[in-house]
Nanobody
Framework: QVKLVESGGGLVQTGDSLRLSCTAS????????MGWFRQIPGKEREFVAG????????SYADSVKGRFTVSRNGVKDQIFLQMNSLRPEDTAVYYC???????????????????WGQGTQVTVSS
């Protein structure tokens, strides 16, 4: 049973930074693509950023390019999201996710991810 646990969310002001962390347990995910998604009430979960099993290939939503950086530590089965220059529109619950098959590419579709964390709230005040 894979478990993903996010941490690092909180309430910040416009322009501030936050670093989200996600730690996996139950099975190593160092050969799996992982990603960050976010969701606000009434809207679909949207892709934010993803990173391949190689810890090199990364993808970002246009709305966060240049502000957010995704990284991972394969040894510790952790994935991170460094969020800089935060804006009120970044307010959401952020989820980390992992694909179940080895060596899959990062996908922008939440349907391609099989393991999910419980989410962490990020609130950016104006």
């Amino acid at each position: 049973q894979v478990k993903l646990v996010e941490s690092g969310g909180g309430l910040v002001q416009t322009g501030d930074s936050l670093r989200l962390s996600c730690t996996a347990s139950g099975r190593t995910l160092n050969r799996n693509a992982m990603g960050w998604f976010r969701q606000i009430p009434g809207k679909e979960r949207e892709f934010v950023a993803g990173i391949g099993w190689d810890e090199i290939a990364t993808s970002y939503a246009d709305s966060v390019k240049g502000r957010f950086t995704v990284s991972r530590n394969g040894v510790k089965d952790q994935i991170f999201l460094q969020m800089n220059s935060l804006r009120p529109e970044d307010t959401a619950v952020y989820y980390c996710a992992a694909r179940s098959s080895y060596y899959d590419f990062v996908s922008y579709s939440s349907a391609q991810y099989d393991f999910w964390g419980q989410g962490t709230q990020v609130t950016v005040s104006s």
